[in-house]
């Protein structure tokens, strides 16, 4: 499922217009951008968590060269599923 097809599927479910599902679907993903990027975890029960995880700094290879290139430590999005999303798939 894309964008358009889960706009489409909102719309339909919450019987509103496409153009306010895909405003609401926008400032869902803002808002969890924006807690993202503070460093806060998004909850949503029996869905799941967002939250920031941290990747340590570590060596790599260019697979074009072979010379060893330093990767810096970084901060990614992260996600675990809740209980009830678990249930659902199996």
Same mark, same amino acid.
């Given at each position: 499922?894309?964008?358009?097809?889960?706009?489409?599927?909102?719309?339909?479910?919450?019987?509103? @217009?496409?153009?306010?599902?895909? +405003? !609401?679907?926008?400032?869902?993903?803002?808002?969890? &951008?924006?807690?993202?990027? =503070?460093?806060?975890?998004?909850?949503?029960?029996?869905?799941? @968590?967002?939250?920031?995880?941290? +990747? !340590?700094?570590?060596?790599?290879?260019?697979?074009? &060269?072979?010379?060893?290139? =330093?990767?810096?430590?970084?901060?990614?999005?992260?996600?675990?599923?809740?209980?009830?999303?678990?249930? !659902?798939?199996?």
């Amino acid at each position: 499922m894309n964008k358009t097809e889960l706009i489409d599927h909102i719309a339909t479910t919450a019987d509103i @217009s496409k153009a306010s599902a895909g +405003r !609401a679907l926008d400032a869902a993903v803002g808002a969890v &951008t924006a807690s993202l990027k =503070k460093g806060q975890t998004v909850t949503l029960v029996g869905f799941g @968590s967002f939250y920031v995880g941290k +990747r !340590a700094a570590r060596n790599g290879r260019n697979p074009r &060269t072979g010379a060893t290139i =330093k990767i810096e430590a970084a901060r990614i999005p992260r996600f675990r599923p809740g209980k009830g999303l678990k249930d !659902a798939i199996n």
